[in-house]
Nanobody, 116 residues
Framework: QVQLVESGGGLVQAGGSLRLSCAAS????????MGWYRQAPGKERELVARITSGGSTNYADSVKGRFTISRDNAKNTVYLQMNSLKPEDTAVYYCRTVTTQAVAYWGQGTQVTVSS
């Protein structure tokens, strides 16, 4: 089992920045990919960014050049630095990890609200 706890969400004006953190605990030795997803009201959950254990990353086209995902393996934590935020980035952001056994775990989510 892996437990994920997100933090760092909040309210910010358009053009501002936020940094999300997701700390993993439990069977952390089995963690492979870590990522961030988001879900806006009335929309499906979508991938924002993910990073492999080797450091390879990929991003949704809508956030490329504005968001940066990183991970600190010593702290079992993944980060999402969000710059130049737009109102359309407003959503609940979820941390997700996939283990080496291909089991996925989700965090509880953190609200990000960007005002215009």
């Amino acid at each position: 089992q892996v437990q994920l706890v997100e933090s760092g969400g909040g309210l910010v004006q358009a053009g501002g920045s936020l940094r999300l953190s997701c700390a993993a605990s439990g069977s952390i030795f089995s963690i492979n990919t870590m990522g961030w997803y988001r879900q806006a009201p009335g929309k499906e959950r979508e991938l924002v960014a993910r990073i492999t254990s080797g450091g390879s990353t990929n991003y949704a086209d809508s956030v490329k050049g504005r968001f940066t995902i990183s991970r600190d393996n010593a702290k079992n934590t993944v980060y999402l630095q969000m710059n130049s935020l737009k109102p359309e980035d407003t959503a609940v952001y979820y941390c997700r990890t996939v283990t080496t056994q291909a089991v996925a775990y989700w965090g509880q989510g953190t609200q990000v609200t960007v005002s215009s």
